[in-house]
């Protein structure tokens, strides 16, 4: 990991993981060259920020910028050069092949960093490929979704203005853009294959979901398979399921996402049990002075201690300055990850941490209990109290913390944060019962939700 002040580093990919890697890089060793290849136009982006951009909230797609090339170009001296596409790794010779429009060329380094992303999973579904199907993966995507809920779908000689959507997948994407359709005017209409949406939240959190969904008029198929896009002169009309034949004007593919690995392992560079890049624990790959960073990478859970794929946002920027840290001969550990998360569906609030499945958790050794309770956001006597639907989960015999589960219409989103704390420090559910937290009536109760969950469970685990 050693690194001399004059060498160059590569950095394949310009979002998140990639452009903090460079930026921390270029901070703490100036006199290295960075070069940043990204082979689209838009780089620094927030791409979670999509759906509601899809909505409305948003009013331009340049706000969902955090940093401009330039910025990256003349206050932090990096060279980053947009519609450049790395397509080969050479690790003997230390390259990269790179196509741009002018042509295409080698670029030689000593330390290369792979931070190439996600892209949105599409299942081998008849009719996937016709006009009016989008995924949400990308800027370019977001801005083709809005412009045809805005402005219609052209047709073969007609535009049609879009009144029904079908959405398949019921994860973060397909829950966000189903309130973000709904607000639009559309008729939206959600197919899930699993019974529930949000799987990774756990059954409690996702039936109030449901149950909200609903109260929107969100029409859910769940536990159903999609079989089937039907289309009319090369433009989606219909989605089959075994069930039933769906009319809709547009369709969306939410079905997840995974890693772009493949010009990592063109050049011999190893993927974990994910299938993600597998990294020790400063990014770096089996092969020396190659890192990985951002969602085509693995990271360690934190409760299993073993690898794991879950793509986030804050997962890519904090593993990508670690990277740029450890380049800049400070070697930082990337950090285990929690899966910790949130999302917005409609007036609701939703959260998870850890290990919420009983069958996952049971699977990598622990003996699992749960307790689910419904209890108040704020002081009984104090305005606007809401409810809030707790899971947390727990090992028997240990009694260690292994995640949790919440969903409310407040406080909610934050407060997940005080269990992933938990769980990165190997709290058990004795100790975090007595986790001494804030409390004012217009907050919380005297009993905050978290410690009440814990105080519950941990009768459970005694009184076995």
């Given at each position: ?12 990919g ?21 070069i ?5 136009e ?7 920020g ?22 990256f170009?003349e ?104 309130e ?63 069930e ?6 547009l369709?969306?593919?939410g079905?997840?996402?995974e ?6 392992e ?33 990271a ?49 609030e ?23 309770l419904?209890l ?23 009694g ?48 905050d ?16």
């Amino acid at each position: 990991m050693a690194t001399n002040n004059d060498d160059t580093t590569v950095v394949v990919g310009g979002d998140a993981a990639g452009l903090s890697a460079a930026s921390k890089l270029k901070r703490d060793a100036p006199e290295q060259e960075v070069i940043v290849f990204e082979r689209g136009e838009w780089v620094s982006y927030g791409a979670c920020g999509l759906p509601y951009y899809v909505k409305g909230d948003i009013d331009r797609l340049d706000d969902l910028v955090v940093n401009d090339a330039e910025t990256f170009r003349e206050e932090r001296d990096i060279d980053l050069r947009t519609g450049h596409e790395v397509v080969e790794i050479d690790v003997d010779e230390r390259t990269v092949v790179v196509e741009a429009d002018d042509g295409k060329f080698e670029q030689s380094y000593d330390n290369l960093v792979i931070a190439t992303g996600a892209r949105a999973l599409v299942p081998p579904i008849d009719g996937a490929d016709l006009d009016g199907l989008f995924t949400l993966q990308t800027m370019d995507a977001g801005g083709d979704i809005r412009k045809a809920v805005e402005h219609g779908i052209e047709g073969a000689d007609e535009v049609i203005e879009p009144e029904r959507v079908g959405i398949v997948g019921g994860g973060y994407v397909g829950v966000e853009l189903a309130e973000a359709f709904h607000e639009r005017g559309l008729e939206v209409h959600l197919f899930e294959m699993l019974p529930h949406v949000l799987n990774p939240f756990g059954e409690s959190t996702a039936r109030v979901v449901e149950e909200h969904l609903r109260e929107h008029d969100v029409d859910l198929s769940l536990g159903t398979r999609v079989e089937a896009f039907n289309g009319e002169h090369g433009r989606v009309r219909s989605i089959e399921t075994p069930e039933e034949t769906v009319p809709v004007d547009l369709a969306i593919l939410g079905v997840g996402v995974e890693p772009r690995v493949e010009l990592a392992e063109q050049a011999g560079i190893e993927t974990g049990p994910t299938g993600a890049i597998a990294t020790d624990q400063y990014g770096e790959t089996n092969v020396q002075d190659v890192y990985a960073a951002g969602d085509c990478a693995e990271a360690t859970h934190t409760v299993t201690g073993a690898p794991d794929y879950v793509p986030l946002a804050l997962t890519a920027n904090r593993h990508g300055r670690a990277v740029g840290a450890t380049i800049a001969g400070d070697p930082t550990p990337t950090g285990p990850i929690a899966g910790t998360a949130a999302l917005k569906a409609f007036d609701l609030e939703a959260a998870r941490t850890g290990i919420v499945d009983p069958e996952r958790a049971e699977d990598v050794g622990f003996d699992p209990v749960s307790k689910t309770l419904e209890l108040p956001s704020r002081a009984h006597y104090y305005p606007g109290s809401e409810e809030i639907t707790v899971t947390l989960v727990a090992d028997e015999t240990t009694g260690r913390v292994l995640g949790a589960s919440m969903v409310g219409r407040e406080g909610v989103a934050q407060r997940i944060n005080s269990v992933a704390t938990a769980l990165h420090t190997g709290v058990t559910v004795d100790e975090l019962e007595r986790f001494d937290f804030a409390y004012a009536p217009p907050f919380s109760p005297t009993w905050d939700p978290v410690l009440t969950a814990a105080k519950v469970l941990n009768g459970t685990i005694d009184s076995r």
